[in-house]
């Protein structure tokens, strides 16, 4: 089963996959993880991308398009991922979409975590994880970056019914029984 966890920052998207990732014995693929452990590893793609994280804004499509393309040909999602953080724009989710088909799979499941913004600044700057893009201006920045090219990927998801909107708002385990009804419904 192929489960895009999807939200604003500070959504708690990385919580929910976890749990997800242990309930439905599927792996986690977070983009933005594979990028911070590249920027601590300075490997070439961590040199690329770490001026682009500190600023919030999106690494490019082809970058990270070939960087899923290439992880998925791991035997280890054989049955399916939750992916956290990825697609990120319209130009991604297509892709991804003729990824998967070309392996005959598909998204079979869109998790949109809903939470309003104020909380989602409040939450981020109280979770102190210590990552150079949790400013107050780094993450007012990823969330004008979410609404002007994230967002749309909801409504891509959206025409092909896919998508099943989770109220964000509660405790861990509230949130996370909210996400297993509606995969399982
Ligand atoms: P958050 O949801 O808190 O913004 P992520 O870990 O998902 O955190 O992403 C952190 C950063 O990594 C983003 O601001 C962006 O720069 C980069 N990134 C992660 N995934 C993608 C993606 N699919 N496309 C482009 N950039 C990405």
Redesign the pocket.
Known sequence: MNIILF?????G??TQAALLQEAFSIPHL???????EAIKNETPLGVK?KS??D???????Q??VDL?AEELKSDVYDNGCIF??????VA?AEAFDAMLAEKGSQVDAFVALVVPEEELISR?LSRGQG?T??TEEGIKN?LK??ENETAPVMAHYKEKGLVKEIDGIGSIEEIFARIKSAVNS
């Not at 956290?84 to 724009?89: A, S, V």
């Open positions: 939200g604003p920052p500070g959504a998207k990385g977070s983009t933005g993880n594979i990028f911070r991308v682009i994280l600023s919030g804004e999106l690494v490019p499509d970058t990270v899923v956290d953080g990825f697609p990120r724009t991604q981020i990552r893009d949790d990823r970056v979410y």
